[in-house]
């Protein structure tokens, strides 16, 4: 069974750094690209960016929103995916999923999702 | 960046009702388009991929279809289990998704 658990610190203050950890099971990691996806409270979602598997091109790309403040790495060993996320604004507040592309490498559709992590950004 | 608009954002309807919702994209994403559903609480669950293929497990009263810029999901009778929020995406250039439609009970 796939399974993608998130884990992490949930309270942080602006201008401070967390890094959440999405550990997988369940399917052989090093052959799929992972992404994160957020939602603010009460808001729809919005896609934060992925990490292809290697070898590949283009390996990691990000949303506007995040670029230079956050970054995904994975390890392959271990099955898990990590978001590093600096400069954390109170705009960032949003629960985290951790999701699987459904392809492989090729397309951007996430066929698993973790249950997710409530990040809260406040002073 | 290609923006996504659902329609409507609402929807009220009766457990057997055939309902019908759109997504369009600012631009043409050929057939890279998928539909998720969510509850409350939730996480969102795959229903469908590249515009019309049903996700392993997804009942068949779920369809989808369209090309280019316009989309439409289609729950053929509704289920109590279907009350949720919809959600599309466009995986074509990066990724974005729609604002939803939610389907509550009339």
């Known amino acids: 069974e796939v399974q993608l658990v998130e884990s992490g610190e949930g309270l942080v203050q602006p201008g401070r750094s967390l890094r959440l950890s999405c550990t997988t099971s369940g399917f052989i990691f090093g052959d799929y690209a992972m992404a994160w996806v957020r939602q603010a409270p009460g808001k729809g979602l919005e896609w934060v960016g992925f990490m292809r598997s290697k070898p590949s091109a283009v390996i990691t790309q990000y949303a506007a929103s995040v670029e230079g403040r956050f970054a995904i790495s994975r390890d392959d060993s271990k099955g898990i995916a990590y978001l590093q996320m600096n400069s954390l604004k109170t705009e960032d507040t949003a629960v985290y999923y951790c999701?699987?592309?459904?392809?492989?490498?090729?397309?951007?559709?996430?066929?698993?999702w973790g249950q997710g992590i409530l990040v809260t950004v406040s002073p | 960046d290609i923006q996504m608009t659902q329609s409507p954002s609402t929807l009220s309807a009766s457990v057997g009702d055939r309902v019908t919702f759109t997504c369009r994209a600012s631009q043409s994403v050929s057939t890279a388009l998928a539909w998720y559903q969510q509850k409350p609480g939730k996480a969102p669950k795959l229903l469908i991929y590249k515009v019309s293929t049903l996700q392993s497990g997804v009942p068949s009263r779920f369809s989808g279809s369209g090309s280019g810029t316009e989309f439409t999901l289609t729950i053929s009778s509704l289920q109590p289990d279907d009350f949720a929020t919809y959600y599309c995406?466009?995986?074509?250039?990066?990724?974005?998704f729609g604002p939803g439609t939610k389907v509550e009970i009339k």
């Open positions: 995406q466009q995986y074509d250039a990066y990724s974005t």
């Open positions: 999701t699987r592309w459904g392809s492989g490498n090729s397309h951007q559709y996430f066929d698993y």
